[in-house]
């Protein structure tokens, strides 16, 4: 049976949790423990799907097919663990369910209460798949004292109780904040976050403590009396250079030292730590740079492009250089010359998104990088935007479009190159879906296969012609282009099993240019980047000494 790690946040938001979660996750596996990491998030959209990019960040596809927390991207980076529909979990999902229960007669006529009908739900999402793994950590999004948070509080409270003792554990992130007038880190918003923990009856037995300055002993001890934890359990975590410096940084603190204590797991196992030695080893020696243009559309934010700014660092890692992303915002090239802008990049990327704001500035985009011979990738809409844009500059197309913009601006202005599938396969079963469907949990999701053409350049890339990666559309460029296509030189060189589906194309008489249907920077890690990243920064590299 799995032992329990719960993490909550207290003080601010925004503290780093999911990091450390996914950095213990790491930690444990280096001792020799199987992990599994989990997101519990307390708002009410049913998941993170339907949200925008630029108030929720990215959204995470797991191979299973659930739209999740990019919390989970991180989860999976450090722990290679994938992620499945069952590790992240908001309020919305749970009262969805438990309303559906509800009108079902599940219940039998009871009231429906947050305790114990809501928590209930809770434990029983929180222990699912608890025999697979020995530990089983779960993170609580927002922080303690949040209305939303509550009945997840308490369910980890009831759920601790429900276990034999010392099955689980409580570790909770905290800030210190330094007034740099009194040269003084303060420790009473720590105190005051883990009061309100104990009022709702949560004891923490580890205690992170962010902070932009050097803990001083007495602070810790101070901490750790006030606040009823060990001394050794209060763990430092301060700033670091790169995320990847976490699980190391971690380890030197005694992080997963102050875990397994709290277990009484004694002798504990050594720790084997070659692969984030590593890591840190690639990211701290970098030879030279390349500059990569990401022309998108959630450009505010960075956390919109989380997995591909993460998948270019390893592709970075992989061939030792070190990749400084840029974002441009791709209206700009509906108003000014691509040409000077995209210049100075030595690889140009365009990654997926929704909606029409923007793509005319991605097809100039994909023009630029064809013709000039700039190593591109494009990603979903990247590759969509990429076969319109060989459409109508030569395939005579001049009015090829996808009919996702003519859907959302109503009438017909495109031929449809890139038209809404409604009808698909996967594995045995055959999906449906119409215009005007809800817009959740609807698209083509999740790992699809896809059999690459040998002797292409993606099949030299992946070393095998059989390949299976995340989805998450509802448009897809329409096969019968494809020969108008191919004899201009765009081979669709990964196509779905059935032949019905181009996954992806390839420019033949470029030096690298590929747009693939879907999402690879969801599978990166930095101990294994993705080939396509990993190629794509070679082909950069390549450039970057050309010019
Ligand atoms: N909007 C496009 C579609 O739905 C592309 C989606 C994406 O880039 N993830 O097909």
């Given at each position: ?16 949790k999911g990091l450390?979660s996914a ?14 990491l989990?997101k519990?998030d ?15 960040g990215?959204?995470f ?7 999740t927390d990019l919390d989970l991207g991180h989860y ?12 992240s ?50 993170e609580?999004g ?406």
């Amino acid at each position: 049976m799995a032992r329990f790690v719960f993490i909550t946040g207290g003080v601010v938001s925004s503290l780093g949790k999911g990091l450390a979660s996914a950095a213990l996750g790491a930690l444990l596996q280096a001792r020799g423990f199987s992990v599994r990491l989990r997101k519990l998030d307390p708002y009410l959209n049913v998941d993170p799907g339907t949200m925008s990019p630029f108030e929720h960040g990215e959204v995470f596809v797991t191979d299973d097919g659930a739209e999740t927390d990019l919390d989970l991207g991180h989860y999976e980076r450090f722990t290679g663990v994938a992620a499945r529909k069952t590790d992240s979990v908001s309020s919305g999902r749970i009262y969805s369910n438990v309303l559906e229960k509800e009108r079902r007669g599940d219940y039998l006529g009871k009231t429906i209460q947050v305790i114990p009908h809501v928590t209930n739900e809770i434990k029983e999402w929180i222990s699912i798949g608890e025999d697979e793994v020995d530990f089983m950590l779960c993170e609580i999004g927002g922080t303690v004292g949040d209305i939303e948070g509550l009945p997840f509080f308490e369910a980890i409270r009831q759920f601790s109780q429900d276990k034999p003792r010392g099955q689980c554990c409580f570790m909770h992130l905290t800030l210190l904040p330094y007034l740099a007038a009194s040269s003084e880190l303060k420790t009473k918003p720590t105190q005051h976050s883990v009061k309100e923990l104990r009022s709702i009856g949560l004891q923490p037995d580890i205690l992170v403590c962010r902070s932009e300055h050097q803990i001083p002993e007495k602070e810790r001890a101070k901490i750790a009396l006030f606040c009823n934890v060990r001394p050794d359990a209060v763990i430092p975590a301060y700033d670091l250079k790169s995320i990847y410096e976490a699980p190391m940084a971690y380890h030197k603190v005694g992080l997963d030292q102050a875990v397994l204590d709290a277990f009484g797991i004694s002798p504990a196992p050594r720790p084997n730590l070659d692969r984030w030695v590593d890591v840190e080893d690639r990211i701290h020696n970098a030879e030279g740079e390349v500059r990569v243009a990401i022309v998108g559309k959630y450009t505010q934010l960075e956390d919109a492009y989380k997995s591909i700014a993460e998948a270019l660092t390893h592709g970075g890692m992989a061939n030792r250089v070190r990749v400084k992303s840029e974002w441009i915002d791709a209206e700009i090239f509906e108003r000014e010359d691509a040409a000077p802008l995209l210049e100075p990049y030595h690889a140009i990327l365009v990654p997926g998104g929704f909606g029409e704001r923007g793509t005319e500035g991605k097809i100039k985009a994909a023009e630029f990088a064809r013709t000039h011979k700039v190593p591109y990738l494009g990603i979903c809409l990247g590759m969509q935007m990429a076969v319109i844009e060989a459409a109508r500059n030569l395939g005579g197309m001049t009015d090829a479009g996808s009919e996702e913009f003519d859907h959302e601006a109503g009438g017909k202005r495109f031929t449809p190159v890139v038209y809404h599938l409604k009808e698909w396969v996967q594995g045995n079963h055959k999906i449906e879906r119409n215009v005007g469907d809800d817009k959740g949990g609807t698209m083509r999701l999740g790992a699809y296969n896809a059999n690459l053409t040998a002797g292409t350049r993606v099949a030299e890339i992946y070393g095998n012609t059989a390949i299976d990666e995340r989805h998450r559309h509802r448009y897809e460029v329409d096969i019968k282009y494809r020969k108008a296509l191919e004899e201009q030189g765009l081979k669709f060189s990964g196509m779905s099993p059935d032949g019905k589906l181009p996954e992806i194309v390839e420019w033949t008489d470029h030096p690298w240019f590929i747009g693939v249907q879907f999402h690879p920077e969801l599978k990166s890690k930095p101990f294994a980047p993705h080939p396509l990243f990993a190629d794509f920064v070679r082909a950069a590299k390549e450039m970057s000494r050309l010019v």
